[in-house]
T-cell receptor, first 114, second 113 residues
Framework: EAGVVQSPRYKIIEKKQPVAFWCNPISGHNTLYWYRQNLGQGPELLIRYENEEAVDDSQLPKDRFSAERLKGVDSTLKIQPAELGDSAVYLC????????????FGPGTRLTVT | AQSVTQLGSHVSVSEGALVLLRCNYSSSVPPYLFWYVQYPNQGLQLLLKYTTGATLVKGINGFEAEFKKSETSFHLTKPSAHMSDAAEYFCAVIGGSQGNLIFGKGTKLSVKP
């Protein structure tokens, strides 16, 4: 069974530029999560999807961050414009139900904003 | 609000020694608790979880954790460390208004030969 796939693995951009991250969850997993992990910290949830619906986006900075999961499968997280403080690892995870008891994580995208 | 505190950001042990990583939680309801491991440049992998039932939980790679309600703790242990155990370990609890995972800051485990 293929795991959670994320791309790109690494991204370096200048501040004020846009950037997008892509995630393909495990087949059959209805729930998809985006996390941000700052250096030396644990992951923090940005947004959670149940199929196509964003059921929890309370921690997503909506002035510059957006996300979509149009067909209830893969998802894209976008930052526009990026700021220096956005440098972090962006992790995608999926689970098979609405309960977040067992989440499967992708390898993450390491973003560096210069 | 639910939260977890991991004591010690960095733990170093010798190969073959006991591994003990500490986690204390705060929860107003019976907690669901988790330990995840993150190897360099990889995502997180679930080691073990406690939901209900037996308070001693066994996970993968020889790790186990014991839920102690009286101490609000969920410490992770392994009798004998292996070099391959070197990684960062995160304790997590289900919490918040939406029942999402809330992670601690992590403990980096180093294993000396």
């Amino acid at each position: 069974e293929a795991g959670v796939v994320q791309s790109p693995r690494y991204k370096i951009i200048e501040k004020k530029q846009p950037v997008a991250f892509w995630c393909n969850p495990i087949s059959g997993h209805n729930t998809l999560y985006w996390y941000r992990q700052n250096l030396g910290q644990g992951p923090e949830l940005l947004i959670r999807y149940e199929n196509e619906e964003a059921v929890d986006d309370s921690q997503l900075p909506k002035d510059r961050f957006s996300a979509e999961r149009l067909k209830g499968v893969d998802s894209t997280l976008k930052i526009q414009p990026a700021e220096l403080g956005d440098s972090a690892v962006y992790l995608c995870a999926s689970s098979s139900s609405g309960l977040s008891y067992e989440q499967y994580f992708g390898p993450g995208t390491r973003l560096t904003v210069t | 609000a639910q939260s977890v505190t991991q004591l010690g950001s960095h733990v170093s042990v010798s190969e073959g020694a006991l591994v003990l990583l500490r986690c204390n939680y705060s929860s107003s309801v019976p907690p669901y608790l988790f330990w995840y491991v993150q190897y360099p440049n990889q995502g997180l992998q679930l080691l073990l979880k406690y939901t209900t039932g037996a308070t001693l939980v066994k996970g993968i790679n020889g790790f186990e954790a014991e839920f102690k309600k009286s101490e609000t703790s969920f410490h992770l242990t392994k009798p004998s460390a292996h070099m391959s155990d070197a990684a960062e370990y995160f304790c997590a609890v289900i919490g918040g208004s939406q029942g999402n995972l809330i992670f601690g800051k992590g403990t980096k485990l180093s294993v000396k030969p």
